[in-house]
T-cell receptor
Framework: NAGVTQTPKFRVLKTGQSMTLLCAQD?????MYWYRQDPGMGLRLIHY???????AKGEVPDGYNVSRLKKQNFLLGLESAAPSQTSVYFC??????????????FGPGTRLLVL | AQSVTQPDIHITVSEGASLELRCNYS??????LFWYVQSPGQGLQLLLK??????LVQGIKGFEAEFKRSQSSFNLRKPSVHWSDAAEYFC?????????????FGRGTQLTVWP
């Protein structure tokens, strides 16, 4: 049982390049999330998904797109990377019951540097 | 809207000393509250959570937290800190209704432990 895994672990991009971050979970969770972590800012929600085929915006969605084609995978895309997107990206998932906030389980993170 | 304040950016304690990390939240109803810990270069791990009932919650690694509704606080405590507790600690509040499933994080408190 691997939990939540993220690919890649580290990436360097040039401004304007595109890339996709992959998140996979093997816990059959319905909900999945993408966060970014910047020094002194805590974690901020980028996008999230409440089920296969659905996505929604979080606090800081601009410059990112997501897709949830399979229940176990949640992809985060940067179409045209900017230096402001240099950050550590975390994926999380949770088994969400109605009206009860469940625990989110986090992946190990992806460090992205945009030059 | 939900929000979390962690007033202390950085705390330093000696090994064996007691610890209290502060967390204040803003939410109109009974909150879901969480404490997560992040070791360097790692993802976030759940320490404990409060949903309802007993206001003193026990977690892993000897941590506990007390929910005080009158003070809108959920402070994390440990009676005797170990060097391995050095990490960053995040308090989070969970949403309800239309924001069910979402977590709102504080900016974190970095804990340094002196030998």
């Amino acid at each position: 049982n691997a939990g939540v895994t993220q690919t890649p672990k580290f990436r360097v991009l040039k401004t304007g390049q595109s890339m996709t971050l992959l998140c996979a979970q093997d816990m059959n969770h319905e909900y999945m999330y993408w966060y970014r972590q910047d020094p002194g800012m805590g974690l901020r929600l980028i996008h999230y998904s409440v089920g296969e085929g659905t996505t929604a915006k979080g606090e800081v969605p601009d410059g990112y797109n997501v897709s949830r084609l399979k229940k176990q995978n949640f992809l985060l895309g940067l179409e045209s990377a900017a230096p402001s997107q240099t950050s550590v990206y975390f994926c999380a998932s949770s088994y969400q019951l109605a009206e009860v906030q469940e625990t989110q389980y986090f992946g190990p993170g992806t460090r992205l540097l945009v030059l | 809207a939900q929000s979390v304040t962690q007033p202390d950016i950085h705390i330093t304690v000696s090994e064996g000393a007691s610890l209290e990390l502060r967390c204040n939240y803003s939410y109109g109803a009974t909150p879901y509250l969480f404490w997560y810990v992040q070791s360097p270069g790692q993802g976030l791990q759940l320490l404990l959570k409060y949903f309802s009932g007993d206001t003193l919650v026990q977690g892993i690694k000897g941590f506990e937290a007390e929910f005080k509704r009158s003070q809108s606080s959920f402070n994390l405590r440990k009676p005797s800190v170990h060097w391995s507790d050095a990490a960053e600690y995040f308090c989070a509040v969970g949403g309800r209704g239309s924001t069910l499933g979402r977590l709102y994080f504080g900016r974190g408190t970095q804990l340094t432990v002196w030998p």
